[in-house]
């Protein structure tokens, strides 16, 4: 096929006007999947390659950034059990003294995007939020993160809406009485 192929060029137009655009969207939603910038980005990066790749099943005009959100979540699902399955592995990094080196590539790169959502819900409200079980933790940052409807969310998650709805006051009672404690702590009293 050359490059004049209508096919591939509409192929190519679709994943660069709307599939894109999503990128930064989809990293949140992994990063805060997988706690870890590599497997979030490896998680995009496979979202992305089989969005290309199954990109005839897409119906455009629809909401890609549902349609791709439900590629990562099932590609996170599915990497959970893969690696569920298999021994665990420890990797060891060779130490690196940082005061003697002028590499500026071996230095940590501070991801701005997680700094940003830190900022904006604070430290403990992360901590509660992480601490949720996945199943909770995903609608909330489906609904009140990244603000997808109740049926977007049915659609990405694979689940009636009813069940959302339930997941989601589960979820934000759980969260509540997290963060209701931590105030309890920090001497809050608590108005009844």
Same mark, same amino acid.
């Given at each position: &096929? ?20 999503? &990128?930064?969207?989809?990293? *949140?939603?992994?990063?805060? $999947? ?6 979030? *980005? ?8 089989? =969005?290309?790749?199954?990109?005839? =099943?897409?119906?455009?005009?629809? /909401?890609? +950034? ?7 979540? /099932? ?8 690696? =569920?399955?298999?021994? &665990? ?7 690196? *003294?940082? =005061? ?11 991801? $701005?995007?997680?700094? &940003? ?12 939020? /992480? ?18 409807? #109740? ?21 934000? /009672? $759980?969260? +509540? ?10 001497? #809050?009293?608590?108005?009844?």
């Amino acid at each position: &096929m050359g490059t004049n192929d209508p096919i591939k060029k509409l192929r190519d137009e679709i994943f660069e006007k709307e599939f894109l655009p999503q &990128m930064d969207a989809l990293y *949140n939603f992994a990063f805060h $999947l997988t706690y870890n910038e590599d497997d979030a *980005n490896d998680l995009v990066q496979e979202t992305f390659l089989k =969005s290309y790749r199954f990109i005839d =099943s897409y119906q455009q005009g629809t /909401n890609a +950034k549902a349609w791709l959100f439900k590629i990562l979540k /099932n590609g996170f699902i599915n990497d959970y059990r893969r690696k =569920s399955k298999r021994p &665990m592995q420890v990797e060891f990094d060779p130490m690196v *003294n940082y =005061s003697e080196t002028d590499d500026d590539s071996s230095v940590q790169i501070v991801d $701005l995007r997680q700094e &940003m959502f830190q900022g904006l819900v604070g430290d403990e409200v992360t901590r509660a939020l /992480n601490d949720l079980p996945v199943d909770f933790r995903t609608v909330i940052l489906l609904c009140d993160i990244e603000e997808f409807s #109740y049926e977007e969310i049915a659609k990405i998650i694979d689940i009636p809406i009813g069940t959302v709805r339930s997941r989601l006051h589960r979820a934000r /009672n $759980l969260l +509540k009485e997290k963060l209701r404690e931590y105030a309890m702590k920090e001497g #809050y009293k608590e108005n009844r």
